[in-house]
């Protein structure tokens, strides 16, 4: 089954506990994935972006939602064998981080409320989640990749490396202050309002690049019409990007709001890009760090006893 990835968000929302009364689709040595318990992964992956709501299949176990759960309940029952612990500090700052990245449009309660989870699970599961990525780091950090291994890779898999870069404008309203804390409910409003009455130019006309030089908060961008360059969505806040990419060229956003504030930004250009192996380096080291790790957790899977009754 296709393994997850969430970039950006690193959010695990696995099972702590022997399956309750509701129908269990999967079993993981000793414990147990209710269908309740899989549902809440599968809401929460949807309120925070990273999956796209399928409504066709809805109601239906998802295989990579459910790979997701198990690769990372494996991953944790082994680091509970190892001893691997984080601090409660760790935990909490981790915490501060996410609810940071989720206030955006509606409050991280609405969120944890949609997708049926209190606030004490969800730090519990942050927890669990430190926990795995520490195990993770624990196995990679000691080894060794070669140029001659990256190089292959590079040659083998070229086509991953071309990727899609937009060129744009944006007009930034920002709501942080001069502290980089985020204003108030009450100026985070007047700013939006602010935001819209500058799309509202746009939309009458007026020069994208002119407004941009007058009203943006982003004053490396602001002195040159906005001009942002060339990016591709991983260079990006993905709140931004999300929406960005979805632009066709000489097309205006709505507002997008992102932990920096209010956004509107014009896409001026799109291009195909094929790094180079010099570029590709590190993301190469990271996949093969990946693939490497992701036997490691098949290997878990063989020793262990995994049952599936979706």
């Known amino acids: 089954m296709k393994k997850i990835v969430l970039m950006g968000l690193t959010i695990l929302i696995s099972v702590n506990m022997v399956a309750c009364g509701n129908k269990t689709v999967a079993k993981i040595n000793d414990v147990g994935i209710s269908k309740e318990e899989y549902k809440k992964t599968e809401e929460f992956l949807y309120v925070t972006g990273y999956i796209e709501k399928n409504e066709k299949n809805k109601g239906e176990i998802n295989n990579d939602i459910l790979s997701f759960i198990i ?32 206030e955006i449009n509606t409050s991280y309660k609405d969120k944890l409320e949609s997708a049926g989870m209190t606030e004490d699970f969800f730090k519990e599961q942050i927890k669990k989640d430190l926990v795995v990525s520490k195990y993770k780091e624990n196995f990679t950090k000691n080894i060794k990749i ?74 490396n961008s602001g002195k040159d019409g906005g001009d942002l360059g060339y990016f591709a969505k991983s260079d990006k806040n993905i ?14 956003s709505n507002i997008i709001e992102t932990p920096y504030g209010y956004h509107i930004v014009k896409v001026t250009d799109k291009k195909m890009v094929t790094k180079s192996l010099e570029e590709s380096k590190d993301d190469i080291k990271n996949e093969i760090l990946n693939e490497k790790y992701s036997k490691h957790i098949d290997s878990l899977y063989k020793k262990g006893k995994i049952t599936i009754t979706k």
Request: glycine letters at 0%.
């Open 71 to 102: 690769d990372n309940e494996v991953a944790y029952q082994d680091a509970q064998n190892k001893n691997i612990k984080v601090k409660d500090k760790d935990v909490n700052e981790k915490f501060k981080q996410l609810k940071e990245t989720l």
């Open 146 to 219: 070669t140029d001659k291994e990256i190089e292959a890779y590079y040659n083998n898999n070229k086509d991953q490396f071309s990727v899609e870069e937009v060129k744009a404008n944006q007009i930034l309203i920002s709501t942080l202050d001069e502290d980089n804390e985020e204003v108030s409910k009450e100026e985070k409003e007047k700013l939006k309002e602010k935001a819209q009455s500058i799309l509202d130019k746009i939309k009458n006309n007026e020069d994208f690049a002119t407004l941009a030089k007058k009203y943006s908060d982003d004053k």
């Open 239 to 252: 709140e931004f990007t999300k929406e960005v990419f979805k632009l066709d060229v000489n097309q205006v």
